[in-house]
């Protein structure tokens, strides 16, 4: 054999073998889990073993993301573990935020709120677990990712159902503003390659605060959200988040509550019903 063929033969060893060790996790089972219901991926969550772990180059609160697998499927998850207290926050903008919060509690609590809410097809779902002696949120890795909303916006791509988009939208700006999310950016609003958008990343959520933080994000609203915001109380809230956030932060959920459906009553009485709910 010729020195130059015994090279292009090494070579395509070493490229078959770098090809292997670096296949994406979901490529390593022929079930990705995908097709499990919620409740499915919330006990996959719970219960499935950690085969892989790395930290992801995003977020300021250094995430890890997470291979699990039960045997069968094969998926990923984002771990969070922060969980800051402080009694004030001094931000590089200027601005400082009194009993700041940063804590993997609030994911858990976004997941479960908009479970209550009809949203949970739009914010992943979220768990609490233990692993390598540490608690934290763990979270389903969104699949077919293209992108998230500030890399759409720089490279000004747009949907090509604007209609369907601006619906997401709505659905998405009416519970940041339920959630009171003080760190929205526009990486935390994922897109897939089909235009479907998620939103994930609530760890600077829930502040007790009565009021909203942009009124304006509220345009028009999904017929079923709005039904279900009125139909939050604070005994179902109490039991479904109670070990997640606290009395305060729950009662500042059903004021802005409270606030949302007051405005959109009010547009709808000034615009009609058809105007302001889809």
């Known amino acids: 054999m010729t020195s130059h063929r015994l090279r292009s033969v090494i070579a395509s060893v070493v490229l078959f073998f770098v090809a292997v060790t670096f296949l994406p996790a979901q490529e390593e089972s022929g079930n990705s889990g995908d097709s499990l219901t919620p409740q499915q991926q919330e006990e996959f969550l719970l219960n499935a073993n950690v085969i892989r772990s790395s930290h992801t180059s995003k977020g300021v609160t250094e995430p890890w993301r997470l291979t699990l697998n039960d045997g069968t499927v094969t998926h990923d998850a984002g771990y969070q573990t922060i969980d800051d207290t402080r009694p004030q926050m001094?931000?590089?903008?200027?601005?400082?935020?009194?009993?700041?919060?940063?804590?993997?509690?609030?994911?858990?609590?976004?997941?479960?709120?908009?479970?209550?809410?009809?949203?949970?097809?739009?914010?992943?779902?979220?768990?609490?677990?233990?692993?390598?002696?540490?608690?934290?949120s763990l979270s389903w890795w969104i699949p077919n990712v293209?992108?998230?909303?500030?890399?759409?916006?720089?490279?000004?791509?747009?949907?090509?159902?604007?209609?369907?988009?601006?619906?997401?939208?709505?659905?998405?700006?009416?519970?940041?503003?339920?959630?009171?999310?003080?760190?929205?950016?526009?990486?935390?609003?994922?897109?897939?390659?089909?235009?479907?958008?998620?939103?994930?990343?609530?760890?600077?959520?829930?502040?007790?605060?009565?009021?909203?933080?942009?009124?304006?994000?509220?345009?028009?609203?999904?017929?079923?959200?709005?039904?279900?915001?009125k139909a939050l109380n604070e005994a179902d809230l109490k039991t479904a988040m109670g070990k997640q956030i606290s009395g305060g932060e729950i009662k500042g959920i059903l004021a802005r509550r409270d606030v949302i459906v007051e405005t959109f009553n009010k547009m709808i009485a000034e615009k009609g019903e058809s105007a302001v709910l889809y």
């Open 90 to 136: 001094k931000f590089a903008d200027g601005h400082t935020e009194f009993n700041f919060k940063d804590s993997y509690h609030y994911n858990i609590a976004g997941y479960v709120l908009a479970k209550m809410v009809g949203l949970e097809e739009m914010i992943p779902v979220t768990v609490e677990r233990r692993w390598n002696g540490m608690k934290g």
């Open 146 to 229: 293209a992108m998230d909303e500030g890399e759409r916006m720089q490279k000004n791509e747009n949907a090509p159902d604007p209609d369907a988009w601006n619906k997401q939208m709505y659905k998405i700006r009416v519970f940041d503003e339920l959630a009171y999310d003080t760190d929205p950016n526009l990486t935390n609003v994922i897109i897939t390659k089909d235009w479907k958008i998620w939103r994930v990343d609530f760890s600077r959520a829930f502040r007790t605060s009565k009021k909203l933080r942009k009124p304006d994000n509220l345009v028009m609203c999904d017929k079923n959200l709005f039904e279900k915001l």
